[in-house]
Structures are given as C-alpha cells and as structure tokens.
Nanobody
Framework: QLQLEESGGGLVQAGGSLRLSCAASGRPSSIFDMGWFRQVPGMERALVARITWNSGRTYYVDSVKGRFTISRDSAKNTLYLQMSSLEPEDTATYYC????????????WGQGTQVTVSS
C-alpha cells in the first residue's frame, strides 16, 4: 500500500505560478513512475505529466510543455509539479498517482488539490 497526499493548490491569476507537492508514504520503494493528472467537472481525469522514479525521465502532454515541470525528490519521497504561465484552462482538480513495476495502470491516488486560475 502507498499513501499519497497532495498540497499546494490554490487561486492564482493568469500568468502566475504554483507548485504542487505530493508526499508518498507506505512503500515508496515499489514505485515505478508517478504522474500528475487533472480533472474538471464532467470530464475524464487526464494525464498532465509523469516521471519515472529512478531515472527521472519525464513526459508531458502538449498543452503544458514549456510551462509545467514535474520533478521528484527521492530522499523525501515527494513528487512536485511546478506550474508557470498558468491559464484559466488549467483550472482543475489535480491528482498525483503512482504505478508499481509491472503494472499497466496507476494504482494509488491522492485526494486531489484544487487549482483555480482567474483571468
């Protein structure tokens, strides 16, 4: 079992920045990769970025490339998402999730943190 807890959401004006954090506890040694997802009401949860835990290899969806940076601190078992040049379209509930070695789906999820970008 792995527990994930996000923090760092809030209200920000367009063009501003926020940093989300996701603290992992339980069995972080089982993590293969972690991701940030976001969801708006009426829409499916969608991947924003992911990072391979050991290598640090990253992936971003096109809409956030150049604006968001995913990173991790292995010593602190913490995942981050630095968000810059925020747009109203980035308004969503953001979730972190983890996937273990050999798994095809992300298994463990945080409770979500709200990000609201005002125009």
């Amino acid at each position: 079992q792995l527990q994930l807890e996000e923090s760092g959401g809030g209200l920000v004006q367009a063009g501003g920045s926020l940093r989300l954090s996701c603290a992992a506890s339980g069995r972080p040694s089982s993590i293969f990769d972690m991701g940030w997802f976001r969801q708006v009401p009426g829409m499916e949860r969608a991947l924003v970025a992911r990072i391979t835990w050991n290598s640090g290899r990253t992936y971003y969806v096109d809409s956030v490339k150049g604006r968001f940076t995913i990173s991790r601190d292995s010593a602190k078992n913490t995942l981050y998402l630095q968000m810059s040049s925020l747009e109203p379209e980035d308004t969503a509930t953001y979730y972190c999730a983890s996937r273990a070695v050999g798994r095809t789906s992300f298994e463990f999820w945080g409770q979500g943190t709200q990000v609201t970008v005002s125009s």
